[in-house]
């Protein structure tokens, strides 16, 4: 069998174009990949030709690379190969192609829309009829809703004659195909692409000029595969409304206490209901520490596959045998359920009960089931290793295994030992295999209804893994123990943010292919259609912190490019390390800071310095060594006191690199700092200039290249439509990346990107973003509206173009302009948090807006234990909204 290529591509010298070319025999799987050379005679117009046996091959998939001077530079988009059907009959394809870079309305393409929104495969196949020699052509277009179907309608009897149009078949990804006999065509013959409808009329033509087609000379059993550039239809690009819920928040009359993946079913119905396309939730992995409230931190999790027991639809399970046992859990049920807040510990408490019950009650039957055992072949790299983590925490009652006297150090042959039907540990370790199975199930039921109800279930990939996690335990090599992950300072927190988990090591990761990332996005791909990337900046680089840090403000960017003494200098600063790299600590510092506490600060905590400065104690020589002295210390003053013995801590304008004493790095946010304003003018004015090209300029080609080495990887490795936060101090070359991988952006009108603007311009959102008003770690609308009068009175006249003065607190009609604007905007999507949707109706929202926070970032122990103030079935049935949104979201194109 031959296969000749054809594809137009510019190229330069040194550059040249081959095919990489991959049988597919008839059982699906992958082999023989092979490698085809194409020639040019302009740089332009490449060809060439593959021979192969075709025996027990039922199709070919091949894409084109570039290659410069002999290296790999990019290919086509990985996610949608070219393929052939190899029909059995047909000896020689004769291919024209068009490169496939990733398509600029990526989101199409994603099973987000196809899956959820779009047009899917019917079953109609068109191109089972085959001639003596047969052209097909193939066309890519991914903007046809539910109901419509791609057509070609031309000059010639074969092509309807501009009648009767002849409708086409979804063979790929957003690609369609029809057969024509090359033998009845024309010379030339015209014709357009046309959508249709199911009884074929025409709904759409093209609005172009007619195209033209030539058909070559074909022999028998030849057929030219000939690919089109896109319709030009006039559309309006699509979009979708959805809302932003963690599933801990809902609420129904079922619940436990907390929302559980029923509930998060019975959501899709009010999103059907509304005219939503989209639920986004926070992440649901297992965050079991210690069993206490602490443990609430949906982004501290003990394992990135394994989901949290607390979201275990218990009605979904058996019924229990034991009837007293029963109504006790009834009556528990409805205690938790009345309260406002969750009870974290006595939910997850009351659930592992009933779970421990139900699998003494049916665990055997379970484990012995065909689906469970294809469950568990499919799963057992991580799920092995996180039920004996899980037993193991349980037994010695700390998820902290460095201090564990048996399995300290992970051991894969003693683990299958540990986890072998035959350890008498066995049944307490599969009880976690039960839960885990149980929970799958649960989610892949949510998401088939989600599909079937065109809703997108959006999940949260968190960027950070807690260091007493199974993947610490498990893969130690992967991360950096010996430094913690977090953020600079922002409008969140002025301190930075410290989430105490260790970093990657990207290096090794790199050596497979970053496959454990990979592995983490497939398996999000069961289960999710979208996802949000949290803080996609790790990616570029981590906020790093020495472990002797408790805030960010001693951090790091990793990787960086650090500053040498020289370079320094030749900004005019005149480097002294004893001045720069030391807290400065003065008289002037000390009032400013602890007033008349000064003294009583000198003497408990400091020595005195023979130039009439302070250094810290050896004993606070540190802030963790601060942190130890005050632990159990909930008093304000002694808090107050605490807080700024960590501020002297942290009072320096440089901080030494990581991996080398010698160079350094201008520490964040030390304009605010009393040691910047005791350098002389010219000096702060040369620290500026260093400080700006160090955090915005310096960085942007060396982060791009970090980027492009793991993202492109990573968000290829699935189709779900890809979203990334990227807030906070957010240098150029991420722009850059994500709008070369087609990523969509999150833009908030509160935090605008634009340098010189207080609000956003919600006009000015790109396509490729999601808007929102205020995200989890925010306050919501209303709370962000009255805890800053003058700024809401600014953004009353400059964004909302009203006179006068803002009315507070923020009335129900305010909150529905603020939505509606930001359903009028350009973004694909538009999700609102359950707060801000029920803003707009002054009935229903809670009556205190202060209750509607669900984190607080600058408290790394902040409680998460939001919920919603109505159950699913008073929102259900709560008429007047539900019209409301419904009418807000068709009117402004989303339906």
């Known amino acids: 069998m031959k296969l000749r290529f054809n594809i137009e591509y510019h190229t330069q010298w040194g550059e040249d174009i081959r095919v990489l070319l991959t049988k597919i025999d008839r059982n699906g799987n992958k082999k023989d990949t092979k490698e085809c050379l194409l020639d040019t005679y302009d740089g332009k117009t490449w060809e060439g030709e593959a021979t192969f046996q075709a025996t027990n091959t039922s199709s070919i998939e091949y894409k084109y690379a570039m290659y410069r001077n002999g290296q790999l530079v990019w290919t086509e988009w990985d996610v949608a190969p070219h393929r052939l059907k190899l029909d059995g009959v047909t000896t020689c394809y004769i291919v024209s192609d068009q490169w496939r870079p990733i398509p600029d309305d990526l989101p199409l393409f994603s099973s987000a829309y196809t899956e959820c929104v779009g047009v899917k495969n019917d079953g109609y196949d068109g191109l089972d009829t085959l001639f003596s020699s047969t052209l097909q052509l193939r066309v890519v277009e991914p903007r046809l809703r539910n109901g419509e179907y791609l057509a070609i309608c031309g000059s010639t009897p074969q092509l309807g004659e501009w009648k009767r149009p002849k409708r086409m078949t979804l063979i790929n990804l957003q690609e369609w195909a029809i057969n024509i006999d090359s033998e009845l065509l024309y010379d030339e013959a015209e014709y357009k692409y046309v959508i249709v409808d199911h009884e074929g009329n025409i709904l759409r033509w093209e609005e172009k000029n007619n195209r033209r087609l030539r058909s070559p000379r074909l022999q028998p059993c030849q057929m030219w595969v000939k690919t089109d550039s896109r319709p030009a239809f006039s559309r309006d690009s699509w979009k979708a409304a959805g809302i932003v819920i963690p599933v801990f928040s809902l609420r129904s009359a079922k619940s436990y ?22 639920i986004q939730i926070l992440p649901i992995n297992d965050t079991m520490m210690n069993g206490d409230w602490k443990d609430s931190y949906p982004y501290n999790s003990i394992s990135i596959f394994a989901f949290h027991p607390l979201y275990c639809d218990i009605n979904a399970l058996p019924r229990l045998n034991d009837r007293l046992a029963m109504e006790k859990f009834m009556m528990k049920q409805q205690e938790l359920n009345r309260l406002s807040q969750i009870d974290y510990e006595a939910v997850i408490k009351l659930k592992m009960d009933y779970l421990r019950l139900a699998y003494q009650q049916e665990g055997k039957t379970v484990l012995a089931d065909p689906d469970f055992l294809a469950f568990m072949e499919d799963n057992k790299d991580w799920l092995v290793p996180y039920a004996a983590f899980s037993h193991l925490r349980d037994t010695y009652g700390t998820p902290d295994f460095n201090t564990w006297p048996q399995y300290a150090t992970y051991d894969k042959k003693q683990i299958a030992k540990l986890t072998s039907p035959s350890s008498p540990d066995h049944d307490k370790i599969a009880l976690y295999f039960y839960i885990q199975y149980k929970l799958h199930l649960q989610l892949v039921d949510v998401r088939q209804t989600a599909r079937a109800n065109g809703v997108i279930i959006k999940g949260d990939i968190p960027i950070g893994i807690s260091r007493t996690s199974v993947e610490a335990w498990s893969q130690p090599q992967l991360f950096n123990m010996n430094g913690q992950a977090g953020a600079p300072p922002d409008d969140f927190s002025v301190n930075g943010q410290n989430w105490g988990f260790p970093t990657y090591n990207w290096d090794a990761m790199a050596q497979d292919g970053y496959q454990w990332w990979v592995r983490r996005f497939q398996k999000m791909a069961e289960y999710f259609d979208a996802y949000r990337i949290d803080h996609v900046l790790g990616f570029f680089r981590i906020w790093e912190i020495p472990l002797h840090s408790v805030h960010g403000l001693l951090g790091q960017f990793s990787p960086a490019i650090p500053m040498s003494v020289n370079e320094i200098e030749s900004y005019g600063i005149r480097f002294n390390a004893e001045f720069m790299t030391r807290p400065y600590i003065t008289d002037h510092t000390l009032e400013h800071i602890f007033g008349y506490k000064a003294d009583l600060v000198k003497t408990l905590y400091l020595d005195p310095r023979t130039d009439g400065r302070y250094d810290l104690k050896a004993e606070y020589a540190s802030q963790r060594k601060i942190e130890a002295a005050f632990a159990g210390k909930t008093d304000e003053d002694s808090i107050n006191l605490r807080e700024g013995l960590y501020a002297l801590a942290s009072c320096v304008l440089f901080v030494p690199d990581r991996n ?55 968000t290829q490795s699935t189709r779900m439509l890809v979203c990334a936060e990227d807030l906070g101090m957010v240098p150029d070359c991420v722009a850059w990346v994500m709008n070369n991988l087609k990523i969509l952006s999150l833009e908030i009108q509160s935090m605008p990107k634009q340098q010189g603007l207080a609000f956003g311009q919600l006009w000015q959102n790109p396509y490729r973003s999601v808007a929102t008003i205020s ?17 809401a009175q600014r953004y009353y006249n400059l964004a909302l173009y009203k006179d006068g003065t803002a009315p507070h607190p923020a009335p129900g009609w305010l909150c529905e302009e603020i939505v509606s604007a930001h359903l009028f905007c350009p973004s694909a999507l538009t999700l609102l948090s359950f707060q801000d949707w029920l803003s707009i109706d002054e009935d229903l929202r809670l009556p205190d807006a202060n209750a509607e926070r669900i984190n607080i970032p600058a408290n790394p122990r902040h409680y998460w234990r939001y919920r919603m103030h109505l159950s699913l079935e008073q929102l259900m049935s709560a008429t007047k909204l539900n019209a409301k949104i419904k009418a807000m979201i068709e009117n402004s194109g989303r339906a």
């Open 660 to 714: 080398s004493l010698d160079v350094f790095h201008p520490r964040i946010s030390a304009q605010n700092d009393f040691v910047y304003q005791a350098l002389p003018h010219h000096e702060r004015e040369a620290f500026n200039r260093l400080y700006n090209d160090y955090f915005y300029r310096r960085h942007n080609q060396f982060w791009y290249d970090e980027a492009m080495k793991k993202l492109p990887v990573l």
């Open 775 to 791: 995200t989890h770690d925010m306050s919501t609308l209303r709370m962000w509206w009255d805890e800053d009068a003058a700024r």
């Open 257 to 278: 206490g907390v929302g559980d993946f029923g509930d998060l079913k019975t959501m899709i119905q009010w999103a059907v209901k509304t005219g939503m396309h989209a």
